[in-house]
């Protein structure tokens, strides 16, 4: 159950497009399509933004996107907006039914 | 509205117990899997605890095993978690999450859980 790798930062200007990797192992990432994205605001609840490693809930805007190759999923935030600002996690399911998180990564609005 | 109200939390001695409660409503509590997920001050969400639909199937992240217990009662749409032998790095804000499609979309406002002496 160990976290899952993220870079702790990322930092884009307006406009633009910027990604994080999540990886993990075989026993998580690797082998489920089970990968969610949350977005975290200083002092607020965590939101999904992706499940099911690309798919978006209701009312999440399609600037953001998800992938996965092998045992490493990625989060794309197109369009960088000032409201963007936040921190991010991934989160896997794993074996025996439980879940592991990522590391997370703040991102950062120039 | 879907909502989830989690209390229960406060400071306590490292040994000690205490139990958090999350209200549920506006959707059908006993269709759902819930989890509690906490998040020590400063640092990244950590899974802790999840439990099937008729409370029959529960699964705990290793650092709580034997110490933590995840319940629920669906007549009354509350979820609930037992924390005993508390430790200081059991420090942090817990949540509870609905969970849909092995994800939570809908979460608590958070409950902090403080342990010292």
């Known amino acids: 159950q160990s976290a899952l790798t993220q870079p702790a930062s990322v930092s884009g200007s307006p406009g633009q497009s910027i990604a994080i990797s999540c990886t993990g192992t075989n026993s998580d990432v690797g082998n489920y399509d089970l990968v969610s994205w949350y977005q975290q605001h200083p002092g607020k609840a965590p939101k999904l933004i992706i499940f099911?490693?690309?798919k978006w809930p209701s009312g999440v805007s399609n600037r953001f996107s998800g992938s996965k190759s092998g045992n490493t999923a990625s989060l794309t935030i197109s369009g960088l907006q000032a409201e963007d600002e936040a921190d991010y996690y991934c989160?896997?399911?794993?074996?025996?039914?439980?879940?592991?998180f990522g590391t997370g990564t703040k991102v950062t609005v120039l | 509205e879907v909502q989830l109200v989690e209390s229960g939390g406060g400071l306590v001695q490292p040994g000690g117990s205490l139990r958090l409660s999350c209200a549920a409503s506006?959707?059908?509590?006993?269709?759902?899997?819930m989890t509690w997920v906490r998040q020590a001050p400063g640092k990244g969400l950590e899974w802790v605890a999840n439990i099937k639909e008729d409370g029959r199937e529960k699964f705990y992240v290793d650092s709580v095993k034997g110490r933590f217990t995840i319940s629920r009662d669906n007549a009354n749409n509350v979820l609930y978690l037992q924390m005993n032998s508390l430790r200081a790095e059991d420090t942090a804000v817990y949540y509870c999450a609905r969970n849909i499609a092995y994800s939570w979309e809908c979460w608590g406002q958070g409950s902090l859980v403080a342990v010292s002496s």
């Open positions: 506006g959707f059908t509590f006993s269709r759902h899997w």
């Open positions: 989160c896997s399911y794993a074996a025996g039914s439980t879940y592991v």
């Open positions: 099911e490693v690309s």
